[in-house]
């Protein structure tokens, strides 16, 4: 009679503490989407610029908008002053379209805003695509933004 | 003693019965009216005071406002526990935290003496205000104003002048702040150009301005001093003589002259533009399609949330004639819908529990007296220990109604064996009898009772959160118990003998057979085999439990509160117009959610709020809309809310943050260095310097500087030669550039009640870019005109978004994980090389660590588990009557609870607060059923002892389950996402504790009943049966 008892008692014993393994079922969800709403990829060559790709989700939901850069009467690059973002040292960026739905700071220098439009002196060159609404979504994405602790 | 009371209680039958209907009566009429709220007010004391200053930037509040405060005025504050500041662009922030048991009117009343030396601070903005104390979860309602034909403005001034006055006056609330307030201003719009054209000075222009108004704050303007009419006496009246003031719209004060113009005259309207407009922004409303005002109502700690939104929105109602062409939508965030939808849920259970209960009664007993008096008892218990509750002002809230439900067992089974009196045996046919059953049957009891009261003892060692949670469930389950013990002293045998008065029980043929059936079953325990299932029962319940205890906190019951709340912060420095603009377009594609209705926001802050944040920080909130599936509405909220790039998203619900904003205040990261110090680049270094040498101890991992969120600010720096040059000083350049980009309020106008601002300030496509600062002509004394670029250097530096203070200095923090060795060791080794660290002056570094102070708040509960254990084995030594029988029912009765430890995975853990408040149910069951069941072990043999208490045992253990089923079984819904997992959990204990009490627990005591009990001083126990 004993040894069917200790048998019984074994099995009930290893299923119980099978039932209180699974107690620690992780309970941390699944941070974020495996597919966020933006690819960040280094660029070679020049440090701290980045390459952010954006899904067209993404892009609609921002509402991007871009528009290409002219020379002004005088020949003079001009870019909407719209697309001019400003980083902490006072250093002045547009964002380009690279490729498709791909934007990548570029450095510009502006020497005076008249209206709407910024003069630059120095920047991409005329025809480029910049990014005018959702520029700072953008460096967002590339700089990470401040969590709540 | 229990024969004087029982005696009593007989004697004066009539009165205890008339007592306790009118307890019943006035308990269950008062009850309607008592406070809810989703949780215990979970916030320690603390004061907070604000101090507003529009157009500063974080560095200058911080060094005018903030540091002045901080030091000199707030620092010497009684009583304090921690204070900390946040200084943000235009606003300072205090925090002040008190000890625990602070009364938070006497530590106001030392802020506030405190503060009356605040006419000391520089004058720029607001005078620092003690903000309103509000309560944990202090939002009550917010309310959105939409307008269809009326503008901005003019919303802004009805809500600020008639519905912010009127809500405020309500009891209990608070604090009603608007944001989008847009005050309405008169602005005399300065063009520089035409300034230099006319020869004008921007000074002329201020000047003329304050003076054409009645009053003006600017003391070097005479109309800083209005004068008054006089009166004149005739022989017969008294006539007093009063001004109107013709400027009362843009037109007419832009046809005023300006002074010291020499021989032409020139009109405000020839140099500037005078606008009807608005103060500069710091937060704005997302309200439906077009803009609107978001209304947030705080209320009092205390206050009731469902009485205060019922007056507020009857207050609206009554003014809503008053108010036509505005829509008013009081339901984007409104708390006392989910309090209202789980009373409901929990209504509907407790009545289906009621009838179930009353349906077992009568099934089992066949006696319609018996069936009285158990439910009578039992009602009478739950509804006194509410009214106690009640009169004592306590909030009834989710753990409350937690603890009640854990004590339905101890509940239960005293009514049960006071109506046991009556059923077993002979009829009680004189006083003597019934008050010598009554005395026998309930002596066991009383220990019982007071073992049911210790065991939730080791909870009330807890700090914080947690410990004002456990605090309110211990109260209330050791108010339920112990009014339950009155009951049966009292009422039970006055109703009891009033019920029967001298008649026989009826027998009932169930319970029989279930004596039959239980003899049957215990021929066939043999001790052997009792002891090896008693053992298996222990090694069982020993192994399910250690691993639950691993995880590091309690875990707080969620409400499944249909409001959400998205925390959403975009890239440091982002401006007002893109945050409304992505804002918007988030509430528009949530709105088109299924599922999701009644969805506003709100972006940065408002004057007097809860939110210390910039514009780059928004608030929005959803709803999910009743009969919608809530996890998977929750989970699509969340994967909309982090499809946006560049943007982070918290989604919580509000009571759910504000637990978890409390508990960050706490601190919860395993090692932090805090290093303190004035300088920011000097902190930067040092926190590299400790980084390194965080890296090097052994068992840390991950160390790294928490970031410092920078956004590019514009700085101006006058050169003094080049200003000299020209006869400015860094003054002059300051004022001038302050009016032209800041503003400068310079008087007001008063108008039906109400009062409006006039500015001063720059026309807009001056201030328009940030080279437009350096383009800014500043008048030269002695006529003429000079670039601000010339005299200043204009330029772009990195500057904190928000500078923190942790007792009233800067701080930086050094965070690091520990794996692989102890934490005190870690955190002793860290505090050493610490020691050894030369640091720059001024500067000095503290160790903290979250878990630490878990780990001694975790020794403080066991220690006092411990003394709790000591306790109860000496009260089951006085039933027993010997040591070796108390320590193994001590050590059975818990195990018999093994089903709850082994239940408990299933709702998250025997650490939730679930978990815990369903074991302690469960225990206490399994004590109340093994301390009579030993003392009359005592009496008799074994088998024959367990014999007389299956009927009561197995009863307490149907009863209880009719109870807890309703819980257990209809789903976690509003109202029941704590009762229905300790319902389950409970039940799974009682199953498990009555199979032990009625077949293990004989046999094993039973053989350990060697020594005959000794001779008590009482009466020897009549023989039954």
């Known amino acids: ?149 | 003693m229990i024969a004087v009371l029982v005696g009593l209680a007989v004697k004066f039958r009539a009165l205890v019965i008339g007592l306790s209907v009118v307890v019943l009566g006035l308990g269950m009429a008062q009850l309607r009216s008592a406070d809810v709220d989703t949780y215990p007010d979970f916030a320690p004391p603390q004061v907070q005071v604000q101090a507003e200053a529009l157009g500063l930037s974080a560095a200058e509040v911080e060094q005018l406002i903030t540091v002045p405060l901080e030091q000199d005025l707030l620092n010497g504050v009684p009583w304090l526990h921690a204070i900390d500041s946040e200084s943000l662009p235009g606003l300072s922030t205090i925090d002040m935290r008190f000890d625990a048991g602070t009364d938070l009117l006497q530590a106001r009343q030392m802020v506030q003496e405190h503060l009356t030396q605040a006419h000391a601070l520089p004058q720029v903005g607001t005078p620092p205000v003690m903000v309103q104390p509000t309560a944990a979860t202090g939002r009550v309602l917010m309310v959105a104003l939409g307008a269809t034909d009326l503008s901005l403005v003019d919303l802004s001034i009805l809500a600020r002048w008639k519905i912010k006055p009127r809500l405020e006056g309500l009891p209990g609330v608070a604090n009603v702040a608007i944001w989008g307030q847009r005050d309405r201003q008169l602005q005399v719009q300065v063009d520089p150009a035409k300034l230099r054209r006319y020869g004008v000075s921007l000074q002329q222009v201020v000047s003329s301005t304050g003076n054409a108004l009645w009053v003006s704050p600017l003391t070097f303007v005479e109309a800083s001093t209005p004068g008054t009419g006089g009166f004149i006496d005739t022989t017969n009246q008294r006539l007093g003589i009063q001004h109107v003031t013709p400027i009362t719209t843009a037109k007419s004060l832009s046809q005023v002259t300006i002074e010291d113009t020499g021989k032409s005259i020139v009109q405000l309207r020839q140099v500037s533009s005078v606008v009807e407009g608005h103060q500069p922004l710091v937060g704005d409303a997302v309200v439906g399609d077009r803009g609107g005002l978001m209304l947030v109502i705080q209320k009092f700690p205390g206050a009731d949330t469902r009485e205060v939104t019922e007056a507020v929105e009857d207050a609206l109602d009554d003014m809503r004639p008053g108010l036509s062409g505005i829509t008013i939508d009081t339901s984007v965030y409104r708390p006392a819908s989910y309090i209202d939808s789980a009373l409901h849920n929990l209504g509907v259970r407790a009545l289906a529990a009621l009838l179930l209960l009353v349906a077992v009664l009568l099934a089992l007993l066949l006696s319609w007296r018996l069936a009285l008096l158990c439910f009578v008892s039992v009602s009478l218990s739950v509804v006194g220990s509410a009214w106690v509750l009640y009169l004592v002002g306590a909030t009834f809230d989710v753990m409350t109604i937690g603890g009640m439900v854990a004590a339905s067992c101890v509940l239960v089974s005293e009514a049960v064996r006071g109506a046991e009196v009556f059923r077993r045996g002979t009829a009680v046919d004189t006083e003597q009898t019934l008050i010598e059953r009554t005395r026998s049957t309930r002596a066991p009891l009383v220990y019982a009772t007071l073992v049911a009261l210790l065991l939730p003892v080791p909870a009330l060692a807890l700090d914080g959160v947690a410990g004002s949670f456990a605090r309110s469930a211990v109260a209330a389950y050791a108010l339920s118990v112990a009014v339950a013990a009155v009951v049966a002293h009292l009422t039970a045998p006055a109703l009891g003998s009033l019920l029967w008065r001298g008649r026989a029980a009826r027998p009932a043929p169930v319970l029989a057979r279930l004596e039959r059936g239980y003899d049957r079953l215990a021929r066939r325990a043999s001790v052997r085999r009792a002891t090896a299932i008693a053992v298996l029962a222990l090694l069982i319940a020993g192994a399910a439990v250690v691993p639950q205890l691993g995880s590091s906190r309690a875990a707080l019951p969620t409400a499944q509160d249909r409001a959400l709340t998205i925390t959403w912060q975009a890239a440091a420095g982002t401006s007002l117009p893109e945050m409304s603009r992505m804002t918007t377009r988030a509430v528009a594609q949530l709105r088109q959610l299924p599922g999701v209705t009644r969805v506003g926001a709100h972006i940065g802050r408002a004057l007097m709020a809860d939110q210390p944040v910039d514009v780059d920080s928004a608030q929005i909130w959803a709803n999910v809309a009743e009969g919608a599936p809530y996890d998977r509405t929750v989970a699509a909220v969340r994967q909309v809310m982090d499809g946006y790039p560049g943007m982070r998203a918290r989604l919580a619900t509000y009571p759910a943050d504000r637990i978890a904003a409390t508990q960050r205040q706490e601190g919860d990261a395993p090692v932090v260095v805090r290093v303190y110090g004035p300088d920011q680049a000097q902190l930067a270094a040092e926190t590299g310097t400790i980084r390194a040498l965080l890296s090097k101890v052994p068992g840390v991992g991950n160390a790294h500087i928490v970031a410092q969120p920078m956004e590019p600010d514009i700085t101006l720096q006058v050169d003094l030669p080049k200003a000299q040059r020209y006869g400015l000083t860094p003054g002059d350049v300051r004022r001038a550039s302050a009016t032209l980009f800041a503003g400068l309020p310079v008087g007001s106008l008063y108008e039906d009640q109400k009062i409006f601002d006039v500015v001063v300030w720059g026309i807009p496509n001056a201030r328009r870019t940030p080279e437009d600062v350096a383009d800014l002509l500043l008048d030269v004394p002695g006529h003429g005109h000079v670039r601000l670029g010339a005299v200043a250097k204009v330029r772009m530096v990195p500057q904190p978004t928000a500078i923190k203070h942790d007792d009233i200095s800067k701080y930086r923090d050094v965070t690091a994980s520990v794996s692989g060795r102890d934490i005190g060791d870690v955190i002793s080794d860290v505090r050493d090389r610490l020691e050894r660290l030369p640091m720059a002056n001024e500067f000095h570094a503290e160790v903290r660590s979250g878990e630490l102070t878990y780990d001694s708040e975790h020794w403080r509960v066991t220690l006092i588990a411990l003394a709790v254990l000591v306790a109860i084995l000496l009260l089951l030594q006085l039933v027993a009557g010997s040591w070796r029988t108390a320590l193994m029912v001590l050590v059975l009765a818990p195990a018999g609870a093994v089903g709850s430890v082994l239940a408990a995975p299933t709702v998250g853990g025997i650490t939730t607060a679930a978990g815990l408040l369903g074991t302690l149910a469960a225990v206490a069951a399994a004590f109340c059923m093994a301390v009579p069941l030993v003392r009359a072990v005592g009496d008799a043999p074994a088998v024959a002892a367990a014999r007389r208490q299956v009927v009561p045992v197995t009863l307490t253990a149907l009863l209880t389950a009719a109870v807890l089923l309703p819980f257990a079984l209809a789903g976690a819904v509003a109202g029941t996402e704590l009762l229905q997992p300790l319902a389950v959990v409970a039940l799974a204990g009682l199953v498990t504790a009555l199979l032990s009490t009625l077949l293990v627990l004989p046999a094993v005591v039973g053989r350990a009943v060697t020594v005959p009990r000794r001779e008590t001083r009482r009466h020897p126990h009549p023989q039954e049966g």
Do not use: N
């Open chain 1, 1 to 149: 009679m004993r040894r069917p008892q200790v048998t019984v008692s074994a099995i009930v014993l290893i299923g119980a503490v099978t039932i209180a393994g699974c107690a620690r079922h992780d309970a941390a969800e699944e941070s974020g989407a495996a597919k966020g709403p933006a690819t960040i990829t280094e660029v070679t060559g020049q440090p701290g610029i980045h390459r952010v790709r954006l899904t067209a989700d993404a892009a609609k939901r921002v509402g991007l908008q871009t528009a290409t850069m002219r020379p002004d009467a005088s020949g003079r690059l001009t870019v909407a002053a719209a697309a001019v973002l400003y980083d902490e040292r006072g250093r002045t960026w547009v964002w380009t379209e690279i490729a498709p739905l791909t934007y990548q700071r570029a450095p510009v220098t502006v020497v005076r805003v008249a209206g709407s439009t910024a003069v630059l002196t120095a920047g991409p060159a005329a025809g480029t695509r910049v990014v005018t609404l959702g520029a700072v979504e953008l460096r967002g994405s590339e700089e990470g933004v401040p969590g709540e602790e």
